[in-house]
């Protein structure tokens, strides 16, 4: 006497039993009709099986309507279903009744170019654009997908700034009248110019802060593919070196944030391992200047916010803070970092010019023998002005020893 299978307990609760189960079958329905256990934790209890289990099934024709809308109903994203139930809305789509079963879903309906998507009106609206990238993804981006299938689009867009992308880069130089330069790569040329003089992270911007000099920049090649960019922008550090310039790279070049081990990914992964801007570019210093070079730094900044911004301490601001002060003692009190800053940049003698120190500790006589003691002792030149004052402005007015101990610094 023949009767329905029994199971232990649970016994559908595991993937191997629901795929031997699902294979005896040829059909779903004789799946549904002789082994109703394995169908109904197929559906309700483990769904994520369903791609594998069923893979033999013509699901096209096997789901009924009623099965395909209790499926439909627990997604609220189109997108979502179709990824997660792939089968199903092959069904659907075969059958025709995406718009049936899928209404109260969130999605975009494609609707058809009517006459107003002429190719004047394309040009039109390409006109507002400088950048492929910005048409494609703006508020007219329907537009530029209608320039592009009627083959209209390179046409209307002749006008836009090139630009490249992860896959080409161009190379650059700035150069400043003080005979310092720096080579580097990019995918949006203008756009890097911009950045290197308003992010206080680069080296360009620190130089024209210190110096009050503004940088030429110069695109030395198009958009060319990444790996012989990278090649030849040692060629051009190289070429500049010879040329006399003074190089301001601070990182190895060819850096294009994807290759030699440091790839998107494994940046933004030390990224947020770091927590914070200072603790990634001081313990994972090449994944930040693989990251600074590349065309993803803005996502980097979104994952690791600048917190407190520091001032932007220009010399006519130093100036202003050091003219409101009458000594060094109230300088130093009143705003430490402009102080720094001003030792730095090698400005302090002259913005403190007008200070009176006749009544200063630090300028009481001091023997030579002790001065030239305590350099031999090999001191740091940024620690002088702090721990002695004295030897410092000593050295200041004395540039042969200057020279001998600190010959950077001359």
């Known amino acids: 006497m023949s009767g329905r299978r029994k199971y232990p307990p649970h016994y ?9 189960v699902a294979q005896k079958y040829t059909t779903l329905e004789e799946l549904r009709i002789n082994d109703k256990g394995c169908h109904q934790a197929l559906y309700y209890k483990h769904p994520e099986w369903r791609e594998k289990c069923f893979a033999h099934f ?31 809305f092959s069904a659907i789509k075969y ?9 109260h879903m969130n999605r975009k309906v494609n609707v058809p170019y009517d006459a107003s998507f002429t190719f004047e009106e394309c040009a039109k609206r390409a006109k507002k654009y400088n950048r492929r ?18 083959g209209w689009f390179k046409e209307i867009t002749s006008h836009m700034v090139r630009t490249g992308n992860r896959k080409k880069r161009c190379i650059y130089v700035a150069t400043f009248s003080d005979n310092y330069a720096y080579v580097g790569l990019t995918y949006f040329a203008k756009k890097r110019w911009n950045a290197h003089l308003k992010d206080e992270e680069s080296i360009i911007y620190s130089h024209v802060e210190a110096t009050g000099l ?8 198009e958009y060319i593919p990444q790996e012989e960019a990278s090649k030849l922008e040692g060629t051009y ?7 006399g310039y003074t190089m301001l790279n601070r990182a190895p070049t060819g850096a294009l944030g994807s290759s030699e081990g440091y790839s998107k990914e494994d ?8 927590g914070s801007l200072k603790n990634f570019r001081e313990k994972y210093s090449g994944y930040y200047q693989h990251g600074y070079r590349s065309d993803y730094w803005d996502e980097i900044l979104e994952i690791l916010p600048r917190e407190d911004v520091p001032r932007r301490l220009s010399i006519e601001v130093l100036k202003e803070i050091a003219s409101q002060c009458h000594t060094m ?3 130093r009190k009143k705003d430490p970092a402009a102080l720094d800053k001003a030792k730095k940049i090698g400005i302090l003698d002259e913005i403190c010019s007008h200070f009176d120190r006749s009544n200063e500790k630090h300028f009481k006589r001091m023997p030579r023998s002790e001065k030239i003691k305590i350099l031999d002792s090999g001191i740091p030149y940024s620690e002088l002005s702090t721990k002695y004052p004295a030897i410092y402005c000593w050295l200041r007015r004395n540039k042969d020893y200057l020279n001998k101990y600190y010959p950077e610094h001359t």
Request: proline share 2%.
């Open 267 to 274: 940046v933004i992964n030390k990224a947020k391992e770091a």
């Open 12 to 20: 559908f609760d595991t993937f191997e039993h629901c795929f031997e």
């Open 95 to 103: 059958r025709g009744l995406i718009d049936d079963l899928c209404g």
């Open 133 to 150: 990238t910005e048409f494609d993804h703006g508020e007219d981006k329907r537009y530029a997908q209608c320039a592009r299938k009627r």
């Open 58 to 88: 013509d699901i096209r024709t096997e789901l009924s309507d009623i099965e395909l809308r209790d499926i439909v109903e627990k997604y609220t994203n189109y997108t979502e279903f179709k990824k997660k139930e792939p089968r199903a």
């Open 237 to 243: 550090l190289s070429l500049y070196e010879d040329m």
């Open 214 to 221: 503004t940088p030429e920049f110069i695109q030395l090649t």
């Open 329 to 331: 003692q109230e300088f």
